[in-house]
């Protein structure tokens, strides 16, 4: 499809067809009093005085940029019109207007594969080679999260089933046992053996985590002519003494224990 030639040698002319010989045509910057520069030549190589004065024909060579506003006035200085105009293009694409051809066209606006072909391929290869680096590494992270929290998890299990056996309390070895009571106290209690006239120590069967309070020790009803105090006691174990007050032989007596700590 052809298109319009546009003629730069422009002509100004008064309603009767007399050219406006001398006047002046300004060109500044759309709505603004800036002045902006048109030139002699295609290339912008020769500006135009500003204003231009136009010849005796009314004429005056005039290449520009982008849009403008131009003012015209007449020899006397009278205004003849003050209206904005275009170029239509910038100086920048006409070149590419301009072209003879599309191809020419595209290879003026570094569009063309034989220029740009390796380079696109090249930064095609880079971004795929960041996304998939960057998505493995989100992998690698979500896997090393989900492999913590489900460690802290099974610890956290751990130790709630301890916490909860604790809190609970039960039988242990030897017909001895313990609770937790009110105040964070444990009870604990069991047995234990003495001779008459000897002491006997006994371990508790789970340390006081902080230190035993008191401990209560009783003889088994057949423990005749003997008695029973407890000599010390500290949150591991206790020690007692036994007395025989008829000192008949010291038999061997069995006694209970109750020990209160927290």
């Keep these: 499809m052809a298109a319009p030639i546009i003629i730069p040698e422009v002509q100004f002319l008064d309603a009767d067809g007399h050219p406006y010989a001398g006047g002046s045509l300004t060109a500044y910057i759309p709505g603004t009093s800036t002045p902006k520069t048109t030139w002699l030549d295609p290339d912008g190589t020769a500006a135009n005085t500003q204003p231009v004065i136009l010849d005796a024909a009314g004429r005056c060579s005039l290449w520009g940029s982008g849009d403008y506003r131009l003012l015209l006035r007449d020899a006397a200085g009278n205004q003849v019109f003050d209206i904005e105009a275009t170029t239509l293009v910038s100086a920048a694409m006409a070149p590419v207007v301009a072209a003879p051809t599309i191809a020419d066209a595209v290879v ?55 916490a909860e056996a604790a809190l609970a309390g039960g039988a242990l070895s030897g017909g001895s046992g313990f609770a937790h009571i009110a105040g964070g106290n444990i009870i604990q209690w069991g047995s234990g053996s003495a001779a008459g006239g000897g002491t006997g120590a006994v371990t508790f069967p789970i340390a006081f985590p902080a230190a035993c309070q008191s401990v209560q020790a009783t003889l088994s009803a057949n423990a005749l002519n003997l008695t029973i105090r407890v000599a010390s006691f500290s949150a591991a174990s206790f020690a007692v003494f036994v007395e025989d007050t008829s000192n008949t032989g010291g038999k061997p007596s069995a006694f209970f224990w109750v020990a209160l700590g927290h």
């Design 108 to 162: 003026l606006l570094g569009l063309d594969d034989a220029v740009n072909g390796a380079d696109l391929s090249a930064a095609l290869t880079t971004e795929s080679n960041a996304r998939i680096a960057a998505d493995a590494a989100e992998v690698t992270a979500r896997q090393n999260a989900d492999t913590t929290l489900q460690t802290n998890i099974d610890a956290e299990k751990t130790r709630a089933m301890a």
